[in-house]
């Protein structure tokens, strides 16, 4: 099956400092992707759509200065929190799209980030 | 704008017993995709069933099934002979059926399974 990695799994940054968050297609090519951000026992919210080679589209409420996503190949997205803060403490995770599927989307298993 | 709505919070049952999630969605797409996830303690994110809103008959994978009511925007999934490792956050999602569309996720419904 597809697989979707992403790294780091957990980190810990201190407030002021930007952090990068890769998400890898591993055996497939990737034109979408997704960044979602999950709180503790709640829903995934999606933060922006990645397309491979434009710019990302945010969703309402979603700093772009802040969040900043890089979709540079069929398999490589990237989301950098640029001067991170204790309320950007989150879950992130990414999916990606197959090119050649219709509806299906994988999942990385998610990154934990914690700002100090 | 599509909304998904999960009204159970949380959800208990005994193994080997049956239980059923419920969701509701808003659209007014006709042709799209709904979803049931399952988030295990892991946080890794595991499809466990879908349908095709044009396809009539109900999915099914194994000890899982849904009920879809199209006209009443209803996706309720049944877990039946439920067992320890059913012990998840579930989520009920919808897409569009476009390219490049993202999934829209309900609160979901913590499921836990007791022995």
């Known amino acids: 099956g597809a697989v979707v990695s992403q790294h780091p799994s957990w980190v810990i940054c201190k407030s002021g400092t930007s952090v990068k968050i890769e998400c890898r297609s591993l055996d497939f090519q990737a034109t979408t992707m997704f960044w979602y951000r999950q709180f503790p026992k709640q829903s995934l919210m999606l933060m922006a759509t990645?397309?491979?080679?434009?710019?990302?589209?945010?969703e309402q409420g979603v700093e772009k200065d802040k969040f900043l996503i890089n979709h540079a190949s069929l398999t490589l997205s990237t989301l950098t929190v640029t001067s991170a803060h204790p309320e950007d403490s989150s879950f992130y995770i990414c999916?990606?799209?197959?090119?050649?599927?219709?509806?299906?989307?994988?999942f990385g298993p998610g990154t934990r980030l914690t700002v100090t | 704008a599509q909304t998904v709505t999960q009204s159970q919070p949380e959800m208990s049952v005994q193994e080997a017993e049956t239980v059923t999630l419920s969701c509701t969605y808003d659209t007014s797409e006709n042709n799209y995709y709904l979803f049931w996830y399952k988030q295990p303690p892991s946080r890794q994110m595991i499809l466990v069933i879908r349908?095709?809103?044009?396809?009539?008959q109900n999915a099914t994978e194994n000890r899982f099934s849904v009920n879809f009511q199209k006209a009443a925007k209803s996706f309720s999934l049944k877990i039946s002979d439920s067992q320890l490792g059913d012990t998840a956050m579930y989520f009920c999602a919808f897409m569009k059926h476009q390219a490049g569309t993202a999934l829209i996720f309900g609160k979901g419904t913590t499921l836990s399974v007791s022995s």
């Open positions: 349908q095709e809103a044009y396809k009539q």
């Open positions: 990645s397309n491979e080679g434009s710019k990302a589209t945010y």
């Open positions: 999916s990606a799209r197959d090119l050649g599927e219709t509806y299906e989307q994988y």
